[in-house]
């Protein structure tokens, strides 16, 4: 599977889940940053381009956000799968003998 198709994949669905929630909770700001990378994500061509959308995830925790504890949960979700697809595509999830 494409690089890019696999990443939107796992987190296209999370992210728009975190901003209903974000919506939900009257969260403006915090929903504009999560909406803008969701749009980074689905616009990526290559792997290139996919890397501003993962950094720009890693940046709500040094931006300050705090979240609800339900965010908060989808937050954490969505970084440990990021995390987790960019072992993935770097190859060092596989299993080594």
């Known amino acids: 599977m494409e690089t890019g198709t696999l ?4 987190l296209g669905p999370l992210l728009d889940r975190l901003i209903v929630q974000l919506e939900n909770e009257g969260k403006w700001t915090y929903r504009a940053h999560f909406t803008r990378i969701r ?3 689905i616009s990526a061509h290559d792997d290139w ?3 501003r959308p993962i950094i720009d ?3 709500a925790n040094a931006m300050g956000f705090k979240f609800s504890s ?3 949960a989808l937050v954490t979700r ?7 697809l960019i072992r993935q595509i770097n190859g060092i999830d596989q299993i080594r003998h």
């Open 7 to 10: 990443v939107r994949n796992e």
């Open 39 to 41: 749009t980074h994500l």
């Open 49 to 51: 381009e996919l890397a």
């Open 57 to 59: 995830l890693s940046a």
């Open 70 to 72: 339900t965010a908060d």
């Open 78 to 84: 969505i970084l440990s799968k990021s995390q987790s």
